[in-house]
């Protein structure tokens, strides 16, 4: 293999750095919910229109249980951003997030429940799971509602979704619910130890 085989088989990581860039520059700019969520939605949406920069080492699913690999984390942890792999019909417990996020499809499909609380203060279900293909975003926060129970659509494939959230999601104290609504705490950490080198070739970017 040479030199220029090797780069142009190299994932686009640019797309990456710009968007961690672009990022930071929106958080900047304003720490409103909303406008975070809209203004950030147009930003997850041009990245995941493109499936040529996910590193193959984070796009690996297991087949005990779905896996949240981190892509980044803001030095200030202001956002981090994961890819989330699910393997065949691999699906997550009724959750919660605590902080604002936005959820862009890459490969595959998500089937997404949302989760409200009613009068009485019991979660009921939202309405009925909603199906997300490639380049299309979800968008949760404590303003909109952040409780969702996700699936992988498919049983027969792996999906790939990319997440950003206002903190650094892996070290956030959230809870998982049961059917009768009992809260259980979890920290979710993440599946890697190493991350992907966002500078890899920008003299010649
Ligand atoms: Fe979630």
């Not at 009921?124 to 909109?144: K, Q, T, Y």
């Not at 650094?168 to 959230?174: D, F, K, L, T």
Request: negative net charge; aromatic residues 8%.
């Amino acid at each position: 293999m040479n030199a220029l085989t090797s780069v142009a088989a190299a994932p686009n990581i640019s797309r990456l750095r710009g968007f961690v860039s672009s990022f930071a520059e929106l958080l900047a700019s304003t720490d409103e919910e909303r406008a975070i969520l809209e203004r950030g939605s147009a930003l997850l949406r041009k990245l995941v229109a493109h499936d040529d920069w996910l590193p193959e080492a984070y796009a690996r699913p297991d087949p005990t249980r779905y896996q949240q690999y981190l892509l980044h984390c803001d030095s200030r942890e202001r956002f981090s951003m994961v890819s989330f792999v699910w393997g065949p019909g691999q699906a997550t417990p009724v959750h919660d997030h605590g902080v604002w996020g936005l959820v862009g499809i890459l490969r595959g499909a998500e089937l997404v429940q949302p989760f409200v609380r009613n009068a009485e203060g019991d979660l009921v279900s939202g309405g009925p799971p909603a199906l997300f293909r490639p380049g299309e975003v979800d968008a949760i926060g404590p303003g909109i509602g952040d409780v969702h129970r996700v699936a992988n659509a498919y049983d027969d494939r792996t999906s790939i979704s990319i997440h950003v959230y206002g903190a650094n999601i892996g070290a956030v104290e959230r809870a998982t619910y049961d059917t009768a609504g009992r809260p259980k705490r979890f920290v979710s950490g993440y599946a890697n130890r190493t991350l992907p080198n966002l500078w890899d070739g920008i003299a010649t970017a």
